[in-house]
């Protein structure tokens, strides 16, 4: 049997071993999905190699950790630094992201879109920054601190922090910060936000299972918008085919993986 898990810090929340799991049982798959808490992501290599893992999902925090730990990155990963998937081919730690083509299936009723704010800079920004910009996307950026911005504004991305952060309209706000998760705050200061979320079309969160502060200023404004969770199953289906050594198409994995979320 195959064993398969999902790296992170928090990882009781997810939902990838059920989503998993149903897959590997509705298409006869002999693999087993389970949760690795793993606090030091500077250990994911051994880590992963001593469970003798067949691949992997990697979540809050260790995604730049898990691009570090590959002996090959491929893909769209390579481009941004930042890795979602891992897959064990002939004892070389191999990585992919499948984040953002699965936002980008998340969000494909949102339409017309030609702006948008991110708000964060880390692992999930990156990959959803780098993918807006590939759709010809005018594409800003908005986090509480510094540090991490230099990476956009070398892509050549309008960048802010709380304090320089002009009024001005978006059709698409996305939260890709860690605040909600396991916390009830709004990813940057309510009096930014309100009027940011007033004057936008609709908004993203990175974030699922929960309506977070973010989700719910934006209901309250009567704004088209999701959850996470859509997200979530876009890049576990992309996850899977890879898993599974495209063996299945899209479209199967898609229906079992959907039926885990009834659950
Ligand atoms: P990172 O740790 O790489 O980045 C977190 C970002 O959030 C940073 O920009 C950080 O700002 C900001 N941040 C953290 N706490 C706060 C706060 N209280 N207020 C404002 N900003 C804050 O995380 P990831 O990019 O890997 O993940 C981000 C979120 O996206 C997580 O909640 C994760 O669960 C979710 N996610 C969901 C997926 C899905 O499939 N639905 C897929 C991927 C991620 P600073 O730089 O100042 O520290």
Known sequence: MKLFAIFGDPVAHSRSPLMHNSVFEHLHVNACYTRVHLHNGARLKETFFALKLS???????????????????????????????????????????????????????????QSVLVLGAGGTAKALVNKFIDEGLNVSVLNRSHGRLDYFKALGVATYTWESMPQQPFDLIVNTTSAGLSDNEYPAPVELLEPLIAACNFCADAIYGKVTPFLALAQQHHKVSKDGADMLLGQGVLAASLFLEHAFNNEQIETQMKKSFLL
């Open 55 to 113: 691949g992997a999902n990697v979540t809050v925090p260790h995604k730049e950790a898990a691009f570090k730990a590959c002996d090959e990155v491929r893909g769209f990963a390579k481009k941004i630094g930042v890795v979602n998937t891992l897959i064990n081919e002939n004892g070389k730690l191999i990585g992919y992201n499948t984040d953002a083509d699965g936002f980008l299936y998340a969000i494909a009723p949102f339409q017309p879109i």
